[in-house]
């Protein structure tokens, strides 16, 4: 027997990703930039632009803001059902009760689950990444009047990318809070929505920093803007985290007595 | 030496007192039959003795060791089911038994081990959500023992299962028993824990009624002697004459309640220094049920 942080881990990891359509989920988005850059090429090839003259990155003003009308609004949307699908997995049969009277420590089951969920989650923004870079790159060698061989776009994205994966990180706090409080997946999913809606009203407000969800939309807004920098938002999407991390393991804890 | 034991165990819940002062003592070895009727309180004493409620726990001890300081300790030393089979519906069989071999160890044969044990070898590819309800209460049964646990607790084990089924984990627990494994089971299914328990705890409305043996049990109860004798009126004179109590009587037979083998005894004697005659005389059967329902009735009045 190993009361082990790794076989918390391992066994964790071994459980939710059997339950493959919650991962399969998470690739969604990969497919979506495909299916993108798979339209744009389709659009350009019926309409013929010619020589663009350079002052549109196709990167940014073409490709990446299609790509993020989506993201900002489906990958809060995907993260919640995610997080609710491994909560949800100990919810069906109680199985709340099989976890609790297993030989590892709490604490340790607890980071596992919250481990998984942090890297699965990284894993698809990771994928994404890299499926938008290798997009733009393909549509550059079979579409070079559109110019995206023309900009390095690398670093710019990789920092967008970032930004994102802190606001979902910071999301998938909150969504595991309410998956933890709520059994019934109507509450969690729907919250997030109304979050997401209302963050996306307010994202002008100062106080919308204050909101994770804003981070999902600044996003889309990064991207028209090149903007890299960490701001207040992404400082306190961080804070998020801790803060709601510590109020998901006070309701897993409490989950033993229900 | 006891492999459970718990000191004045109180639950309450809101105004309800749901267990008060329950003193268990599961000796090591033995089957612990755990009885009560629906809402006694059984299943509540379980999820304490596993640590699933919110009480302090330093009453509890298993193994010698404190629920309290030990409870990572007592839960790998422990199997249990709770209530109703647990297991990850979206796995299949053996899948759900290598979710727990990453975290006890073991490996392939353990796996196929307890997949013979519980008659599931057939099924270890199917789905769990897949399984009929008493190959999901077989499923349970295998991932409580998978550990090879020193202590069992089954609260109502045999739920669900046909009587080929019952008979099957009947065999299994005595196997497991042999093994020297302390096994606590609760169930309502009387006759089994009969036929099964070595020692049998009786719990109504939160209060332990009675704890000890089968045998204790069974010596401590009153039976009932049912005579048909020649002359009624005169036997049940003699008989309250010597201190016997009169259950029934009607024209032809008599109902006499006797206490140990002893009373029994003299009471035959009496008859037959009386030179009475009889036509017929017999001991019903005293079996569980009717103990339970003796015990239950009188913590009622």
Not at chain 1, 185 to 202: A, R
Not at chain 2, 6 to 32: A, F, M
Request: glycine share 6%.
């Amino acid at each position: 027997m190993s009361d082990t942080f790794r076989a918390a881990y391992a066994s964790e990891f071994y459980k939710l990703s059997k339950n493959k359509e919650i991962v399969v989920l998470l690739l969604i988005p990969v497919a979506l930039t495909i299916f993108v850059a798979g339209y744009l090429y389709y659009d350009v090839s019926q309409n013929p632009v010619g020589e663009i003259d350079g002052s549109i990155n196709p990167w940014q003003g073409m490709f990446g803001k299609d790509v993020f009308q989506f993201f900002y609004l489906l990958y809060p949307i995907l993260v919640a059902i995610f997080v609710h699908a491994c909560c949800d997995i100990e919810y069906k049969n109680n199985n709340y009760k099989v976890l609790f009277t297993l030989p590892i420590s709490k604490h340790k089951i607890f980071i596992a689950k919250v481990l998984f969920i942090f890297i699965t989650v990284l894993l698809s923004v990771s994928l994404s990444y890299f499926a938008f870079l290798l997009c733009g790159y393909l549509l550059g060698v079979v579409l070079p009047e559109i110019g995206f061989q023309n900009y390095d776009f690398r670093s710019v994205s990789f920092f967008v990318f970032l930004k994102l994966y802190v606001a979902l990180a910071a999301i998938s706090s909150i969504q595991l809070c309410l998956s933890l409080q709520f059994k019934n997946f109507i509450y969690p999913i729907g919250l997030g929505m109304f979050l997401l809606v209302f963050s996306t009203i307010v994202w002008q407000k100062d106080f919308s920093d204050f909101i994770p969800y804003t981070g999902s939309f600044k996003s889309y807004l990064n991207m028209l803007s090149e903007n890299t920098r960490f701001e207040r938002l992404d400082y306190l999407n961080l804070c998020s985290v801790l803060v709601f991390l510590v109020g998901s393991f006070y309701l897993f804890k409490r989950k033993i007595y229900d | 030496m006891a492999s459970i034991v718990t000191h004045k165990l109180n639950c309450r819940r809101g105004r309800n007192q749901i267990l008060k002062d329950i003193s268990l003592s599961v000796p090591k070895g033995s089957i612990y039959g755990y009885l009560g009727r629906n809402g006694a309180g059984k299943s509540t004493t379980i999820k304490l003795l596993l640590g699933l409620l919110k009480e302090k726990g330093d009453n509890i001890f298993i193994q010698n060791l404190s629920l309290k300081n030990d409870s990572t300790k007592i839960h790998f030393i422990t199997g249990s089911l709770i209530e109703s089979p647990c297991f990850y519906t979206r796995l299949t069989v053996s899948e759900n038994l290598k979710y727990l071999d990453i975290i006890y160890g073991g490996g392939k044969k353990r796996i196929a081990e307890v997949l013979e044990l519980v008659d599931l070898e057939q099924q270890r590819n199917k789905r769990a959500s897949a399984l009929s309800m008493g190959m999901k209460q077989r499923l349970g049964i295998a991932i409580a023992i998978y550990h090879d646990p020193e202590i069992l607790i089954l609260d109502e084990p045999l739920n669900g299962l046909d009587p080929q089924g019952i008979f099957e984990m009947r065999k299994l627990f005595k196997n497991l028993n042999e093994r020297g494994k302390t096994i606590f089971l609760s169930s309502h299914i009387l006759g089994e824990l009969d036929k099964t328990a070595t020692h049998i705890g009786i719990i109504d409305k939160g209060h332990m009624v009675f704890q000890g043996t089968k045998n204790e049990l069974l010596e401590g109860v009153r039976r009932t002697i049912h005579i048909t004798p020649g002359r009624p009126e005169r036997v049940v004179e003699l008989l309250i004459e010597n201190g016997f109590s009169i259950a029934e009587k009607d024209e032809k037979s008599i109902t006499v309640v006797v206490g140990k083998d002893r009373e029994f005894n003299a009471m035959v004697q009496v008859l037959v220094h009386n030179d009475v005659e009889i036509h017929d005389i017999s001991s019903r059967t005293v079996d569980l049920e009717q103990i339970f329902m003796n015990l239950i009735s009188k913590n009622d009045e």
